[in-house]
């Protein structure tokens, strides 16, 4: 009997833990999939080379998205036990919820034990591992790092300018480099030609000019000035690492084994220097593991009290108890390393605190409420009903039900299944707000804890960035939301009734493909009215409010490069919108051969009505023969083209605007002389993107019916692979385009066109 239960109990955990971590960890990764494939299509990296970096990163995800899962799994299956009233006819057969907790209790010991194999001994090994194949990509990709016509800044200080790239992507034409190491040195580089090398050996990179100049000069724009031909010219430049959120080598104690951290942290102290980081580091990589273990002694116990589970119920639950636990443990970690606080008591005391909550609550759970508690429910309940006024007419009163014909049949079944759909849709709205909540914190706690802003500012981060999160993610919950219509459909037989009275397939079909149709125009009016105003408003709040910042068209802007027609170039120090000036004013005239003609230097220019106005400065022309002709100016007014809005416009964000209003920015952007392929991209799919929840709607229907007897364990799964699918197919063609083997208008298309045509296929041959 016992055996019995248990086997019952880890079916029950089972299904909802193996979703919940492939839910969970595809959220945190999915930023990361077009990073990966833009190293395989864009920068030509192996494949091999990166699908290791994908599973070096696993093991760091995995630590968290473990204990999140069963809290979850333990949630829902507790949850589900007690609404079916399983747990009180255990209690009945004389099996207690002490023992009903035993199977979860296992669960845990060996979710424990696999999240203490991961932050003992993977972690480490795979961060370590992570920066070594980190280096090999960089190398690989440097050769293929540099696009034409555009200020390439992925190589450290060094901003490179480039005419045209050959086919082989190791020969470049016209090239303007600019060293900005120096802050109080101007140098830069012209060259008609040149060349890219790798130095695997050496771990180096170098560029080699050809037929060029160096042009130096102090930032002060004194009067020394170095003009220097030559014929050949080696530079050797750097490669920032492509994962923004990759392991970060200034924190060294996250790639350290657990001995030799400890050890290290010994030393340290021995030598008066900080180890807080290093005892917090040995600390979590223990108490993240016994995290699973707090979780379920929690989670356990409010689950079988939940009468009504579900995995809404579930992720809301979890919400409150993973928020709970890891801002007290990142509060309590930034006391720590102010030092008013021991870091063995800073990452326990969350872990101490949960446990004796956990203990209570399961001592509460297997003892029933005292009698009198009980009674004063029923009392209130029943003064609650007898204010409560009559719903309905009188009987007497009600007229009787008039039959139509067909008709009336034909509209109350597209009632029954819209009611249906839109009731699933509620739900999905209601998960997906949860699970935005859930990673979002996840992802910005430690923001929040390092900045400290009002509670205020937090809840306008999400009441801004909430309705945008769930328009990105509405056309996965319309395709959860059919998947589960059809599989209910399908699992209660209505639909083969349906189909018995003479009802197809396609007519029942009908009504969810209008409804989708509505909600693609509604998004279209979405994004083009309210969206850009939510993203804006979100940015701002998160900008100013919570960062501090000034705003983005106010916001003083540095070391600015800015090409406005072919033979101009401007390098900025500082732009000051509030000011109406710039700082530190560098004007490049080339010619064809990328030699420098003349060159404007000043050390503030001021925009005014009747154009700009330099001041302090030199103007110098250059000769054939290496001559410089400088003249010095304390004042001086000229004609420009540009105006201040010019350089302050090139880096507003394209979600904050709408499909006018982007493409009028890229025309604007594509004259500067920046990269716009990838905009190009999110410009036509402001156009392909509404239509995508009809597409779902195509695609799921069929998947549905394809498992008929299926859960929503099912259902969820089939909705992970298809949206894992759909992402996976937006990147690739993401990187196609911007490797220019597919023109942005396709690639904004592609994932359309390709799920549009599965979706149909399927579709016309599922039977009706």
């Keep these: 009997m016992t055996r019995l239960l248990d086997r019952y109990?880890?079916?029950?955990?089972?299904?909802?833990?193996?979703?919940?971590?492939?839910?969970?960890?595809?959220?945190?990764?999915?930023?990361?999939?077009?990073?990966?494939?833009?190293?395989?299509?864009?920068?030509?990296?192996p494949f091999h080379l990166v699908l290791q970096l994908l599973v070096y990163m696993l093991p760091s995800f995995l630590a968290h998205t473990l204990p999140m899962a069963l809290l979850v799994a333990v949630l829902l299956a507790a949850g589900r036990l007690a609404s079916d009233l399983e747990v009180v006819a255990l209690k009945a057969s004389g099996v207690s919820p002490l023992r009903l907790f035993v199977p979860f209790l296992v669960a845990a010991m060996a979710v424990t034990t696999l999240t203490a194999v991961l932050t003992l001994a993977l972690n480490p090994a795979s961060n370590r591992a992570f920066q070594r194949q980190l280096f090999k990509i960089l190398q690989s990709r440097a050769s293929t790092g540099i696009k034409e016509r555009v200020f390439n800044t992925a190589f450290g200080q060094f901003v490179i300018y480039v005419e045209e790239v050959s086919a082989s992507q190791v020969g470049l034409r016209g090239l303007l480099v600019a060293d900005e190491r120096?802050?109080?040195?101007?140098?830069?580089?012209?060259?008609?030609?040149?060349?890219?090398?790798?130095?695997?050996?050496?771990?180096?990179?170098?560029?080699?000019?050809?037929?060029?100049?160096?042009?130096?000069?102090?930032?002060?724009?004194?009067?020394?000035?170095r003009y220097t031909t030559f014929g050949l010219y080696d530079m050797n430049l750097s490669v920032e690492t492509p994962f923004k959120s990759a392991p970060r080598l200034?924190?060294?104690?996250?790639?350290?084994?657990?001995?030799?951290?400890?050890?290290?942290?010994?030393?340290?102290?021995?030598?008066?220097q900080i180890t807080t980081p290093y005892f917090l580091e040995f600390h979590k990589r223990f108490a993240f593991p016994v995290a699973a273990l707090i979780f379920v002694m929690v989670g356990f116990p409010l689950g079988i009290r939940a009468h009504r589970g579900g995995w809404g119920v579930a992720l809301v639950g979890s919400l409150g108890i993973l928020v709970g636990y890891y801002l007290t443990l990142n509060s309590l970690e930034g006391v720590a390393l102010s030092r008013r606080l021991a870091p063995a008591?800073?990452?326990?005391?969350?872990?101490?605190?949960?446990?004796?909550?956990?203990?209570?609550?399961?001592?509460?759970?297997?003892?029933?409420?005292?009698?009198?508690?009980?009674?004063?429910?029923?009392?209130?309940?029943?003064?609650?009903?007898?204010?409560?006024?009559?719903?309905?007419?009188?009987?007497?009163?009600?007229?009787?039900?008039?039959?139509?014909?067909?008709?009336?049949?034909?509209?109350?079944?597209?009632?029954y299944l819209v009611r249906q759909f839109l009731m699933y849709v509620g739900f999905g709205v209601s998960v997906g707000a949860a699970l935005f909540v859930v990673v979002d914190l996840f992802q910005t706690l430690d923001r929040y804890l390092r900045v400290k802003p009002p509670l205020l500012y937090i809840l306008e981060h999400f009441v801004y960035r909430l309705p945008a999160g769930l328009y990105e993610g509405f056309p996965v919950i319309v395709l959860v939301s059919t998947i589960f219509l059809f599989l209910a459909l399908s699992r209660q037989h209505e639909l083969t009734a349906l189909k018995a009275a003479g009802v197809s397939l396609y007519r029942v079909s009908l009504p969810i493909l209008l409804l989708a149709f509505a909600v693609s125009l509604a998004s279209v009016a979405f994004q083009e009215t309210v969206l850009p105003v939510l993203n804006a408003k979100g940015e701002e709040?998160?900008?100013?409010?919570?960062?501090?910042?000034?705003?983005?068209?106010?916001?003083?802007?540095?070391q600015i490069w800015y090409?406005?027609?072919?033979?101009?170039?401007?390098?900025?120090?500082?732009?000051?919108?509030?000011?109406?000036?710039?700082?530190?004013?560098?004007?490049?005239?080339?010619?064809?051969?990328?030699?420098?003609?003349?060159?404007?230097?000043?050390?503030?220019?001021?925009?005014?009505?009747?154009?700009?106005?330099?001041?302090?400065?030199?103007?110098?022309?250059?000769?054939?023969?290496?001559?410089?002709?400088?003249?010095?100016?304390?004042?001086?007014?000229?004609?420009?083209?540009?105006?201040?809005?010019?350089?302050?416009?090139?880096?507003?964000?394209?979600?904050?605007?709408?499909?006018?209003?982007?493409?009028?920015?890229?025309?604007?952007?594509?004259?500067?002389?920046?990269?716009?392929?990838?905009?190009?991209v999110q410009l036509y799919s402001k156009l392909s993107f509404p239509l995508i929840h009809v597409i779902m709607v195509l695609v799921a229907i069929p998947f549905a019916l394809q498992w008929p007897r299926g859960g929503r364990v099912i259902g969820i799964a089939l909705a992970i692979a298809i949206s894992m699918g759909y992402w996976l197919v937006s990147s690739l063609a993401l990187s196609f385009a911007k490797a220019d083997l597919l023109p942005p208008?396709?690639?904004a298309w592609t994932p359309n066109i390709v799920f549009a045509g599965l979706g149909v296929s399927l579709f016309l041959r599922a039977r009706t």
């Design 9 to 45: 109990v880890f079916q029950e955990l089972l299904y909802p833990f193996l979703v919940g971590v492939g839910l969970f960890t595809f959220f945190l990764t999915i930023d990361r999939i077009y990073s990966l494939t833009d190293l395989v299509v864009t920068k030509g990296v």
């Design 182 to 225: 120096d802050p109080k040195l101007s140098r830069i580089v012209t060259a008609r030609q040149g060349r890219l090398f790798t130095d695997e050996e050496n771990q180096r990179i170098t560029l080699r000019l050809i037929d060029g100049a160096i042009h130096e000069s102090d930032t002060d724009t004194s009067s020394r000035y």
């Design 250 to 272: 200034d924190k060294p104690e996250k790639n350290l084994p657990l001995f030799e951290l400890l050890r290290t942290a010994r030393y340290l102290d021995r030598e008066g």
């Design 345 to 415: 008591v800073a990452v326990w005391t969350p872990t101490v605190v949960f446990g004796l909550v956990g203990l209570g609550l399961l001592r509460f759970s297997t003892t029933d409420l005292p009698p009198a508690w009980v009674n004063a429910v029923l009392r209130f309940r029943d003064r609650l009903a007898a204010r409560a006024p009559a719903r309905g007419r009188p009987i007497s009163r009600r007229r009787p039900p008039r039959l139509r014909g067909p008709r009336d049949s034909s509209h109350l079944l597209d009632r």
């Design 541 to 558: 709040v998160d900008r100013i409010k919570i960062r501090g910042e000034l705003p983005r068209h106010l916001q003083r802007r540095t």
């Design 563 to 680: 090409r406005s027609s072919d033979s101009r170039f401007f390098r900025l120090e500082l732009v000051d919108p509030v000011g109406q000036q710039m700082d530190g004013v560098t004007v490049l005239e080339i010619d064809r051969n990328y030699r420098l003609l003349n060159r404007l230097d000043a050390g503030r220019a001021h925009w005014t009505a009747n154009g700009w106005e330099f001041e302090r400065g030199f103007f110098r022309e250059f000769g054939s023969d290496t001559s410089v002709e400088a003249v010095p100016f304390t004042l001086s007014s000229l004609e420009l083209p540009e105006s201040l809005e010019d350089f302050t416009r090139t880096q507003q964000p394209p979600e904050t605007m709408s499909f006018r209003e982007l493409r009028a920015y890229l025309i604007k952007l594509q004259e500067s002389g920046h990269q716009v392929g990838k905009y190009l």
């Design 745 to 747: 208008l396709l690639a």
